[in-house]
């Protein structure tokens, strides 16, 4: 690896293989991550001016990496979460704050979307906003572990303690009840946390990383390349041919799982390869390239409607009630909506138990 980044944002993956590589931005990934990039930009401006109001930024845009992102007010209805939580935090505030992260390693620094001290209970707060649908834990975090390392060895190195530290994820899009998830600990009690990562960290910059296959792999950009990744790949596929020899139904499932994520994950990497070397001319054997199915849309808008009035056919689609969420979202209390509208539950699914949920139960750090 040409560059190697210690970034924070990444821990959680470049902690489980120090040999990890961040997919690169780009205008074919979608416009999820360039949205959430842009709202942090909007969360840091009205965070910085106590003033200003969600309907002041709608309609602006927000260059983010090359792009243009045009902030909408469904997008303003997501952030507004994150924004308030923290203006109802009060204190001094830090917003968008770069901190370096020595304890972790030398080369270990970030941006912390938010941070506040409040002396009375010697209780530090971190926070960070995620935008995107994959949920984020915010149980043994390692992304504000790094951040809140940073800030200890700067700030609180004498009185690190008994400082109490409360790390907050706000995620609007989780499926999860609350979209505000907290966890309070320690400072004493994340010095552990804080010795595993800094290993990760030296390992990562060491002559030869170690690779380590596993779901972290999803945004690795080494997979086609990676030997941990294949030959894991390999292995669950063999594997998979005598599933029927696991006596216990729960080892089935998980090992059938582990092949299934890995597999697809296989073969997005080698499907992304091969377009990009068939773009610069190269043979794959038995592929090419086509375009697949696009979009058609109208491009003036007054001469469709006069066609469809000649056919006697309706241009315009049917005004529809927007989701109680969505209203939710817009300012209507759910206490108002509840009596006007009815909840149904999902489709029965097999969900397979979450250890951290079950070390926060029995662990002696769950805050």
């Known amino acids: ?207 030869s990383p170690k690779s380590t296959a596993g779901e972290h792999c999803r945004y690795c950009n080494r997979k086609p390349t990676c030997k941990a990744f294949n030959m894991s790949v390999e292995n669950l596929i063999h594997a998979c041919e005598h599933v029927d020899q696991l006596y216990d139904q729960g080892e089935r499932l998980r090992l059938l799982n582990s092949a299934s994520k890995m597999v697809s994950m296989s073969l997005d990497a080698e499907e992304a390869q091969a377009l990009v070397d068939i773009k610069a001319g190269k043979s794959v054997s038995g592929y090419t390239a086509t375009h697949g199915r696009g979009s058609w849309t109208v491009k003036d808008d007054e001469a469709v409607e006069s066609l469809a009035q000649l056919f006697g056919v309706d241009p315009h689609k049917a005004l529809v009630l927007k989701t109680p969420t969505q209203l939710k979202n817009e300012g209507i209390p759910p206490d108002m909506l509840e009596p006007l509208t009815e909840r149904f539950s999902g489709k029965l699914k097999l969900t397979p138990i979450n250890q951290d949920d079950v070390r926060k139960i029995f662990g002696d750090n769950n805050g």
């Open 1 to 207: 690896m040409s560059y190697i980044s210690l970034s924070p944002a990444h821990a959680g993956s470049w902690i489980k293989c120090p040999a990890w590589e961040p997919t690169p931005y780009n205008s074919s990934s979608g416009n999820n991550r360039y949205e959430g990039l842009a709202l942090h930009d909007v969360a840091a401006h009205a965070l910085n001016n106590p003033g200003s109001q969600m309907l002041d930024y709608e309609g602006t845009v927000q260059l983010v990496k090359g792009e243009q992102v045009v902030i909408t007010l469904e997008m303003l209805s997501r952030v507004k979460m994150y924004i308030d939580y923290i203006r109802d935090l009060g204190g001094n505030r830090h917003v968008e704050h770069k901190v370096l992260c020595s304890t972790i390693h030398e080369k270990c620094k970030g941006i912390i979307d938010y941070w506040g001290y409040f002396p009375e209970e010697h209780h530090l707060v971190v926070a960070d906003y995620k935008d995107g649908y994959r949920e984020v834990s915010i149980f043994e975090n390692q992304q504000l572990i790094c951040y809140v390392a940073g800030l200890i060895n700067r700030h609180f190195r004498d009185r690190e303690n008994d400082l109490k530290v409360t790390m907050v994820i706000v995620q609007p899009r989780s499926r999860e009840l609350d979209k505000v998830k907290k966890w309070t600990t320690t400072a004493t009690l994340l010095r552990g946390y804080i010795n595993i990562i800094s290993n990760a960290a030296h390992n990562r910059l060491s002559s």
